[in-house]
């Protein structure tokens, strides 16, 4: 299309579709242009037709490079201004497609957040199993000296000996909390994302 011709209104969905062909047709012009040449006497040389078609050529290419840069000039304003709404949040067209680039940020971090969870929790459960275990084999001793050891006496002896090897779980940010919210907002926004989008750039024009 001349970067001459009238200008129209279009779906940025026409645009993305005209956005990749004028790729297509650019690449071509570039790879079939022939833009200078060597010729001898002998050789049967058109130097008026290769002229004509190196010159087109070169106007082809800038016609298609103008159109190209002219519809993405728009679509990159029209993104920048349009706003849609994902999983209940306000975004920018241009700030939707950039999560849905960086969402994979959010996806590695929530993994590495939920290795750490389970490996604490696991590490924990297993701690209170094994110090259990310790002082019932404590309680089995005393016991063994003296069958007369009152339940007081247990009960201090228990309570002293847990609370001396206790384990805490140092826990700032309520992993198990953050991980359930973070992947349900992460599952809801790749959910939706793509059909809002669609749906936005089939009803949002610019003027190319």
Do not use: C, W
């Not at 026409?14 to 060597?38: F, H, P, V």
């Not at 190196?54 to 800038?62: H, T």
């Not at 490079?65 to 000039?73: D, F, P, Q, S, W």
């Not at 349009?82 to 999983?87: C, G, K, L, N």
């Amino acid at each position: 299309m001349s970067a001459t011709s009238a200008t129209q209104d279009i779906s940025i969905t026409q645009a993305l579709a005209e956005i990749k062909l004028l790729r297509k047709r650019i690449d071509n012009a570039i790879d079939s242009g022939e833009y200078i040449a060597m010729k001898t006497k002998k050789m049967m040389f058109d130097s008026d037709k290769f002229v004509a078609n190196a010159k087109s050529s070169f106007q082809s290419f800038q016609d298609l490079l103008t159109r190209y840069n002219k519809i993405k000039a728009a679509i990159v304003i029209s993104n920048a201004t349009t706003s849609v709404t994902i999983a209940g949040k306000s975004y920018t067209v241009a700030e939707a497609v950039e999560r849905k680039r960086s969402i994979e940020f959010e996806k590695s971090l929530l993994s590495r957040m939920m290795l750490q969870y389970n490996d604490v929790k696991k590490r924990y459960e297993a701690h209170q199993v094994a110090e259990q275990a310790r002082v019932e084999r404590l309680l089995s001793v005393e016991l063994g000296k003296d069958s007369k050891t009152s339940p007081d006496t247990i009960k201090i002896l228990s309570e002293s000996f847990l609370a001396e090897n206790k384990a805490d779980i140092v826990d700032p940010l309520k992993l198990e909390t953050l991980i359930k919210t973070m992947t349900e907002e992460i599952e809801l926004f790749e959910t939706t994302v793509d059909y809002t989008l669609s749906e936005s750039n089939g009803r949002t024009t610019i003027s190319v």
